[in-house]
């Protein structure tokens, strides 16, 4: 009896959470909301077992059981997965994910559930052929670029990882990484020469035509740029640009490159350093002749009074 | 020779004074709506009442281009204005009265500087336009060259790209924009340096000169600062009085 009481006092917290979850969710958040810090697993992986229940009730997924994605484990504390409880399409795309989603590669297979087409053209899309096909643990999935599931709110609301004001930070989170960059050998200039650019800067002072990277190269079917299904491939960017830019052509597509200053762009970079001799010197010269001005001045008025009398 | 010398002497008159103004406001509106263009990072951190006060970015880029348009109309009335008081006789070229640099101006540029620093006993002996005057008013016609094509330009990217070269396509906006936005910054830092110290700030001007909008000078500060105009006008008596 007494126990029972227990469980029953530990519920009270749980039951002021106003999210509209199962009973089997309030079995999982009972622990789950409370362990903080992360664990390692018997493989020697460092997982985040933390699940913040108020935060997961006002995501998209709050309505959720946990086992709706977390398919291999039904029991608590967890009995060992069960790869049986899972649908066999599931399974075997799981199977390609085991090297990417270490603890629950289930889970990560069962957004297809739901997201059976978007899965599919991500598993096409550069990003997908290199976790799927590659086999690399550090290519984008959708929990990459999207956050954690358990936290994903609309994409018209702050929160959200691709937002408008947020995904272009989204995609830096890999597109600005030295590591990442050096291995798939991309340049972490990009996002700095998209902020440079007009669609960039009018990005930032919330200009709501502003293009952002998703605009131009697409998201879960995103393709290397050189790929000819790529929407800015060059043969596709007279009609991807044309989007906003009617009339474009294939001289006028071309304006967007992202590469650095520098060699590769010789000319744009000795202007801005011509540009910058010329502002540099006719600010000298101002400056220093209204400073030269301004002190002569003084000095006719207070040093030498009397002899510019006659005009004052 | 007995003519009295009047009190006052109309610099400019009313179609110059009003190109003045429209230049200036619109000169005003342009960098308010562009300089958040220019420094983005800043602005969203810093001050967002620069898009704010204008309902946001979109709207801003639309009174920028409307202002532009209205900025390069009052220029090419300026510029037909010059050729027809030209052409017609009602202005004439003289050295004393002219805009155009002349080698005099350099010399006067040295002297002043001179005398600022002391090493000169008499400040240089100005005509109609000083050195500091055709400076300030050949900045706006460079700025208007520069900035005024630069922003057609980015104002119609599509139907400008058919002019430009198949050579330069790969880095001409990039070109373009830097043009825009450095000379921009140059105008301003220029206006705000050169134009305001010399017409706002000095001592006998401070906190304006009445100029702009009543288009005179009074005898004496024509007499100060303009001699030599002021001799082709009213002779020699200036002294005599």
New interface residues.
């Given amino acids: 009896m007494k126990r029972v009481f227990l469980v029953a006092l530990l519920w009270i917290p749980l039951l002021c959470f106003t999210y509209s979850a199962s009973a089997e969710t309030f079995t999982c958040l009972a622990c789950h909301s409370a362990m903080k810090g992360k664990i390692r697993t018997e493989e020697g992986v460092l997982i985040d077992v933390n699940v913040d229940g108020e935060k997961y009730s006002q995501s998209v997924h709050g309505g959720f059981d946990c086992i709706a994605c977390h398919k291999q484990f039904g029991s608590n504390p967890h009995e060992p997965a069960r790869i049986t409880n899972v649908p066999q399409g599931i399974a075997s795309l799981a199977s390609k994910l085991t090297h990417k989603a270490k603890v629950d590669p289930v889970a990560l297979a069962a957004c297809s559930e739901c997201h059976g087409d978007i899965y599919k053209s991500w598993q096409q899309s550069i990003h997908g052929s290199n976790v799927i096909q590659k086999k690399q643990s550090d290519g984008a999935s959708c929990v990459d670029c999207h956050g954690s599931p358990h936290y994903i709110t609309p994409k018209n609301t702050a929160t959200s990882h691709i937002n408008k004001k947020n995904i272009v930070k989204t995609c830096g989170e890999c597109h600005e990484n030295e590591g990442l960059a050096r291995k798939y050998g991309f340049s972490t200039h990009i996002l700095e020469r998209y902020y440079e650019s007009f669609h960039g800067k009018k990005y930032v002072i919330g200009h709501p035509n502003a293009p952002t990277c998703v605009d131009c190269h697409k998201y879960h079917d995103i393709k290397k740029w050189e790929d000819p299904m790529s929407p800015v491939a060059w043969d596709n960017r007279t009609e991807t640009c044309g989007r906003c830019h009617k009339g474009a052509t294939k001289k006028f597509v071309t304006a967007i490159t992202h590469k650095p200053y520098g060699k590769d762009n010789p000319v744009p970079y000795y202007f801005e350093k011509g540009m910058i001799v010329l502002l540099l010197s006719v600010f000298a010269f101002i400056v220093g002749h209204v400073i030269l001005d301004a002190i002569s001045e003084i000095r006719d008025k207070v040093l030498r009074k009397g002899k510019e009398g006659h005009h004052e | 020779m007995n003519k009295e010398t009047p009190k006052e002497y109309l610099r400019f008159n009313t179609i110059e004074r009003i190109q003045h103004v429209i230049l200036f406001t619109t000169f005003l509106l342009l960098s308010f709506t562009g300089w ?2 220019k420094y ?2 800043q ?2 951190e810093h001050s ?1 009442w620069l ?1 704010k006060i204008w309902g ?3 709207n ?2 639309i009174v920028h281009r409307i202002a532009g348009i209205t900025m390069l109309l009052n220029f090419a009335w300026h510029v037909l204005y010059l050729a027809y008081m030209l052409s017609t006789g009602k202005m004439k070229l003289r050295k004393d009265t002219t805009i155009i640099p002349l080698p005099k101006d350099v010399m006067d540029a040295v002297k002043n ?1 001179l ?4 090493l000169g006993k008499e400040k240089p002996q100005f005509g109609r336009f000083s050195y500091i005057h055709k400076f300030d008013y050949w900045a706006v016609f460079w700025g208007m060259g520069i900035i005024g094509l630069s922003g057609f330009f ?1 104002a119609f ?3 400008s ?2 002019f ?1 070269p ?1 050579w330069s ?3 001409i ?3 373009i ?3 825009h936005s ?2 921009a ?2 105008a301003i ?2 206006i705000l ?2 134009h305001f ?2 017409e706002h ?3 006998n001007k401070f906190p304006m000169s009445m100029t702009w909008i009543t288009g005179k000078i009074s005898i ?1 500060d024509m ?2 600062e303009h001699p030599l105009e002021y001799k082709l006008e009213f002779g020699d008596k200036g002294d005599n009085k």
């Fill in positions: 958040a263009l983005p990072e602005t969203v967002s898009v946001g970015a979109k801003a880029g500087i005398y600022f620093l002391g980015l990217p599509v139907q790209s058919y430009f198949s396509v790969n880095w906006w990039e070109v924009s830097i043009m450095d000379e910054l140059l830092v220029f340096f050169w110290y010399n700030l000095k001592w004496e007499k100060r």
